[in-house]
């Protein structure tokens, strides 16, 4: 079965400090990936979507950068980190098509301080 | 891509049924329905798609007019762990397609 492997759960990191989460999809192959951010209480904002290795859309113009080195790594990186960065960052996977959507990792809660 | 439009919150007690409906005016021909669940602190679940018609799975079912303007989510007898964020997404069947999440309807179940 497909599993999706996101981590840390949880990070607090300086502002001004880089950043760095990593995303792993196990159990299928050529997946379509994800970054999603979720400001608390708020609804889930696409950051970054790849449909291949090397093959990276950015959707919002920000401080972050997203990277595919391998086919089922997904890499979220930030050179300095801004506060407004905080957020709860999700990783997803599809296979290409609609059926059964998208499976969502567990998250890294990110506080910039 | 449609957008969808559905209401912010909904209250409910426990037993009863749900239907929280969800407009998306300019769903293309090629888009089905998707409905997701989030509960604090994790990620959103897969619940139930479809294109027209109703669906039915194990969860709940979901209830698409012809013209396909607005769908309906329906859980059967709520428990308090439904008490959750659901959302309603369109987006089509292509290999590079993108589900943009709205704001959700938050879900509470009271005792």
């Known amino acids: 079965s497909q599993t999706i492997h996101q981590w840390p759960a949880t990070l607090v990191q300086p502002v001004g400090s880089p950043l760095s989460l990593e995303c792993t999809v196990e159990?299928?192959?050529?997946?379509?990936l994800y970054w999603y951010r979720q400001a608390a209480g708020r609804g889930l904002q696409l950051l970054f979507y790849s449909v291949g290795i090397g093959q990276i859309s950015s959707e919002v113009p920000q401080n972050l950068s997203a990277s595919r080195p391998q086919d089922r790594q997904f890499i979220l990186s930030s050179k300095k980190l801004l506060l407004s960065d905080s957020g709860f960052y999700l990783c997803?996977?599809?296979?290409?098509?609609?059926?059964?959507?998208?499976?969502f990792g567990s998250g890294t809660r990110l506080t910039v301080v | 891509l449609a957008k969808t439009t559905q209401p912010i919150s909904m209250d409910s007690y426990e037993g009863q049924e749900v239907n929280i409906t969800c407009s998306h005016n300019n769903i293309a021909t090629n888009d089905y329905i998707t409905w997701y669940q989030q509960f604090p602190s994790q990620g959103p679940r897969f619940i139930i798609q479809g294109y027209k018609t109703k669906v039915t799975n194990e969860v709940a079912s979901l209830f698409i007019p012809a013209d396909r303007k607005s769908s309906t989510l329906s859980l059967p007898r709520v428990s308090l762990s439904d008490t959750a964020v659901y959302y309603c997404l369109v987006g089509s069947v292509d290999s590079s397609y993108k589900l943009i999440f709205g704001s959700g309807t938050r879900l509470l179940v009271r005792p």
């Open positions: 997803a996977w599809s296979g290409g098509t609609l059926e059964y959507g998208y499976t």
């Open positions: 159990g299928t192959s050529n997946p379509n």
